[in-house]
């Protein structure tokens, strides 16, 4: 069928059929589809969606687009998660070593932060030495090794969603549920997991601003996940206030490793709770029905592994096997460190109501914690830290938050934005619930 067709009969409200669909994916992989027809096709689908099946077979077209990582001779079972991006939002940092730490292999491929959001790439290279950029052959004998392996994605892994992803970022048809949902369980299928844990984030710092939008997305995703065979998770979490303390590179490496040292200062005990559940739904995957089942259990299992120091260890011997420097694990103060370290000041007294995550993504981002655009440099030692949490009882002139900057232009920015970030009640507050609902195919 020629291209042109395939672009008419989405139009024209048609399903299109599997090898439509893969036909289409491998010769705009390869180059034999320009972009224009690209284009199009991707608006055709962006204004009349897409079936299950249909989001499928795209999902599958794509991971099959480039290498398959097949983990099968190191582990027998292969647990992953992912999240959709949220602010402070180190959640992985903590949960590979945790997980790993009860006897699960865990091997992830992380990318680097766009935008607002953070990626787990840049803060693990706040370690001096880190090293992302590992061969397929390094990634597995690491894995196999040491039970635990963190670094960049493969040029080579669904590289029809990469070249997909660049071209959607122009056409305004990123926000798309089967785009979004088959773009994020590609990935996740290449890289060879059987059970998945999804992350969905809901809430202005979230890619997904209401908890319907989350449910939908996760809902597409659980779908796929078991259409393709895997075991699939999907947490609906909240991200209108920051997770945890920390937003910013080397801030939320320290935070991870503090919460690992079993010192959660009270602020970031949402981010340690928050953790401890994406690990023990993890767990609840790995366990394959025979372990692991009581995801409650697992919580006080996890609890101790973040409490004994065994978490921790797993992240230092993690980053000693990717060369970084374990003294800056050991003693975090030798974290890249901003030069201008100011608080910020409650301008009343009362009840923390609300805390603007995305005006905190903005202050961070501001103060040149993220990039605009691939590419662009970073600062890993700047950032922000949000001491004060919804439900908090604060005094007039208590310090709320801490900036920490590198220019002082920036830092008196990031102050008055960080200033009309809070909002306060005279009467108490409730803080939010970290997870909305759990969608689950096991
Ligand atoms: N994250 C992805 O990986 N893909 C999308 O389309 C959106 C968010």
């Known amino acids: 069928m020629r291209v042109v067709d395939i672009i008419a009969k989405k139009r024209d409200g048609e399903a299109l059929s599997r090898e439509e669909i893969h036909d289409f994916i491998q010769a705009y992989t390869r180059g034999d589809i320009p972009d224009y027809q690209a284009a199009a096709w991707l608006m055709t689908v962006y204004l009349k969606g897409m079936t299950r099946q249909e989001i499928v077979d795209l999902t599958l077209a794509m991971a099959q687009s480039g290498d398959v990582l097949d983990l099968s001779d190191i582990l027998e079972y ?3 998660k992912h999240s959709s991006g949220g602010v402070g939002d180190k959640t992985s940092l903590v949960v590979l070593p945790l997980v790993a730490a009860c ?12 935008g607002y959001s953070g990626g787990t ?3 693990l290279e706040s370690i001096a030495g880190y090293n992302v950029n590992l061969t397929g052959e390094q990634f597995r004998a690491l894995a196999k090794k040491n039970g635990i392996v963190l670094a960049g994605q493969s040029a080579s892994l669904a590289p029809a969603d990469a070249k997909l992803y660049a071209l959607r970022d122009v056409t305004a048809t990123v926000p798309s549920l089967p785009l979004i949902a088959s773009s994020i369980m590609s990935k996740k299928i290449a890289a060879g997991a059987n059970g998945i844990v999804l992350d969905v984030k809901y809430g202005r710092g979230a890619f997904m601003p209401t908890v319907e939008d989350a449910r939908a997305l996760a809902q597409i995703m659980v779908e796929i996940g078991t259409d393709a065979g895997r075991d699939v998770v999907a947490l609906l979490s909240n991200m209108n206030q920051p997770l945890g303390v920390a937003v910013g590179n080397a801030l939320e490496i320290r935070e991870a490793i503090q919460v690992m040292s079993g010192v959660t200062p009270d602020a970031a005990s949402d981010f340690e709770d928050h953790c401890l559940i994406v690990a023990s739904y993890m767990l609840l995957l790995a366990g394959r029905g025979q372990r692991w089942t009581d995801v409650d259990a697992n919580q006080t299992l996890l609890r101790d592994k973040l409490n004994n120091g065994d978490a921790l260890g797993v992240f230092r011997r993690m980053v000693d096997a990717q060369d970084g420097d374990i003294r800056m694990v050991d003693d975090p103060s030798l974290l890249p460190t901003a030069r201008l370290i100011v608080p ?10 609300d805390v603007d995550a995305l005006a905190v993504a903005r202050a961070s981002f501001d103060l040149g914690a993220g990039r605009e655009k691939k590419g662009d440099p970073i600062d890993v030692a700047v950032g922000v830290e949000v001491f004060a949490k919804v439900g ?11 900036v920490h900057a590198n220019d002082e232009l920036r830092l008196a920015a990031a102050q008055a934005t960080l200033q009309a ?12 619930a970290l997870i909305d ?3 689950s195919s096991v």
């Open 121 to 123: 790439l840049d803060k």
């Open 421 to 432: 970030t809070f909002t306060y009640s005279d009467l108490p507050v409730t803080p939010p």
């Open 392 to 402: 908090a009882f604060i005094e007039a002139g208590m310090t709320i938050a801490m």
């Open 78 to 80: 292969a647990v992953d």
């Open 103 to 114: 006897g699960v292999t865990v091997a992830k491929m992380s990318g680097r932060g766009l």
């Open 344 to 353: 910020v000041a409650a301008a009343r007294g009362g009840y923390i109501a």
């Open 437 to 439: 609902s759990v969608i």
